[in-house]
Nanobody
Framework: QVQLVESGGGLVQAGGSLRLSCAVS????????MGWFRQAPGKEREFVGS???????YYTDPVKGRFTISRDNAKNTVFLQMTSLKSQDTAVYYC????????????WGQGTQVTVSS
């Protein structure tokens, strides 16, 4: 059973930084794509970025240049380093990985709250 557990969220001032972690169990984190998503109050969940098994990364435009996804294979953990945070980055952040009969992001963590104060 694949399980994902996020941590590292909290309250930060605008312009500050946070690093989120996603601990993976039941699978090697590098064996499949890992994605980060976020959901702001009253909005739909949106894709933030991903890291593939070949370590290539992709980011959506709102976070490009500010967020970085990386992994520590020894710890089976994926990270989301967030810098130059803005109030619009306030959201619950989720990590996810692919799987399931139809592919796509199938396994999800419980989420961690990030609040950016202006």
């Amino acid at each position: 059973q694949v399980q994902l557990v996020e941590s590292g969220g909290g309250l930060v001032q605008a312009g500050g930084s946070l690093r989120l972690s996603c601990a993976v169990s039941g699978r090697t984190s590098s064996s499949a794509a890992m994605g980060w998503f976020r959901q702001a109050p009253g909005k739909e969940r949106e894709f933030v970025g991903s890291i593939r098994s070949d370590d290539s990364t992709y980011y959506t435009d709102p976070v490009k240049g500010r967020f970085t996804i990386s992994r520590d294979n020894a710890k089976n953990t994926v990270f989301l380093q967030m810098t130059s945070l803005k109030s619009q980055d306030t959201a619950v952040y989720y990590c996810a990985t692919t799987g399931g009969p139809a592919g796509g992001y199938y396994y999800w963590g419980q989420g961690t709250q990030v609040t950016v104060s202006s």
